[in-house]
């Protein structure tokens, strides 16, 4: 089939618009499934000397079979290497055959029969008529796009015979058992169980509901269960109704999410009050997701991480900026420092996130205020990372047209039509979490910490500059400094619907905010600040009500460098009586605000 794609460059120019083109993302598949072809290569050749390995997973017969296919069905088996959960079971193999020692309760060898089981679905698709020896890991065979047959406990690994015939029946025979199947979507037997499928429309090719394959690519304590019938037709509701919704008003995501987009792994049968998502950087093509609230959750959730599938495949193959893994980056829809590539890659999802609220904040289901705060809250922190990345000094050539383009397709949002409460709102929700950041993540310099502590006793100027700082170890956080209650509220932009959200854990001070007394708010978090003073959800409330309470004062301390303030608070604390926490915050704020 034609393509209007010629060369790398387009691609790029094609996913720098914030959406891509069907051909573009083409053009990037062909690739990854190259690169997986020779992680495929490189586990045939590297398991050679292996053979205690190899033969038992039967990787020579089962490479065997797919270069046959290969040469008879060439887009079926490209279909089939293309399928998600191979990159993390390549992953997984690789990096287990170089692992000293490898520890892993399933054996090696039962990992790497995940190749049977690709080369089996594979024949099945394209043969009418067959047997394959097949590995049983922990007690199943998984045949990608079909289905998981169950037989044996779950520490068992051996082998099995496959036969399958044209009318769709499959025989598994395992010594003197044998599981017949009659049909690939029969559900009658718990020994078999069928992927299932969900369907956006009659013209729209099949998503796979995956809640079978052991190579999804699961995060630590998820383990989510076998959905039920009736749970698994919810999904289907869902997602029609998801997919009419993309297909009416966002059709600029559905054309490549339409060749990118193959199975949807659930997370869990019923929704949560704290939903989550995720892709794989070596899976694409699979959004994990808990279960949806409604239709448009799905949509937005599909938006955003195809968002993150199409980067993926992009930075696969297109150098965007140099390797640099240290956690620098303030990335405004997370709590802890990011890297570049994260950054970037929150960059490139929370584009999609504020053009769906920029869109959907009129469609009747969400015609609210709230909705209006997403649409601007995500702009204005979109923008805030672009400028970070863009000063990064990280970004290649390519990697700083593709970011100025991404600009440019957002810079007319800024002219989008929103109520001045709503810009307030989204203000205040940026200032308190960028304040809560700097102090959660931040540690200055202890010498200058203690520079200033000294200039402070003796009343003396600040100096010109402040001290450095380095990001905190992650996992030395406290509890109860990780995750900042306060933005959740502001979005309501209703002091009763807030006030319910509130729990007990809050500052007393976020209250007091909240029904607009400043001077309670003040006392109150400065109150707390004596007993904890690094504890940053005290000094993002202080950042919104200082402001408030002394509107022609400077505490802008608190908006660049807060976590210089909460150091120096701790130490004077310590060390010092009388300590005036308003009056600090005051002196390390170099100009006053003049009016006009």
Known sequence: MPTTVTGIDDVTASSSSGYGTEPAIATLTEGALLMRLILLRTLIAETTSRPEIADAAGLSLAYQTLAELQRSHPAEVATLLSYPHVGPWLAQVLQRLHAEPDDAPTPLWADCGYLGWLAAAGAIACLPEGS???VVRNGVVMLPGIGRAELGPAEDNGHCELHWTRDGALRFTRGTSTVLVPSQDDESDPAW??????RGADAEREVFLDDLDPFRYLLDGQQPPRLTTAQAGTWQQDFAAAWELLRRDFDRYLVPMRSCLQSLAPLSAQPLAASTSHTAFN????????????PCQLAL????????????????????FDPDSVCRFYAPWRDDPRPIMGLLHGIYAFFGVTDFWRIHRHADCHRSME?????ELWRLQVEGAVAQASTSSLLTEAGSQFLNAL???????????VPTAVRVAASEVAIAHRTFWQVRNLTPDVAGIAELAVRWIARAPRPDGLPPADQVDQS??????????????????DHAAAEALSIPEQPRGDRAYLAGDMAAAVALYTEELRVDPLRPQLWAGLALALPKLHPDDDFSVLDDRAEVAA???QVLLADAEGVEIVELVRWLSRYPRTHG
């Not at 093509?285 to 409604?294: F, H, I, K, L, S």
């Open 283 to 294: 899976g694409v093509g699979c959004v994990y997701t808990t279960a949806p609230a409604d």
């Open 193 to 198: 169980l069928p992927l299932r499928r969900l």
């Open 301 to 320: 959730t599909l938006i955003h991480e195809v968002q993150h599938t199409k980067f993926t495949l992009l930075t696969d193959q297109i150098v965007l």
């Open 371 to 375: 909705a209006n705060v997403d649409f």
């Open 567 to 569: 150091h120096l608070c």
């Open 476 to 493: 030395t956080v406290p509890n109860d400094h990780r995750r900042l209650h306060l933005p959740a509220q502001l979005k309501l932009l």
């Open 407 to 417: 600009s440019a397709e957002m810079r007319p949002w800024g002219e989008e039509d």
């Open 132 to 134: 394959i020896n097949l």
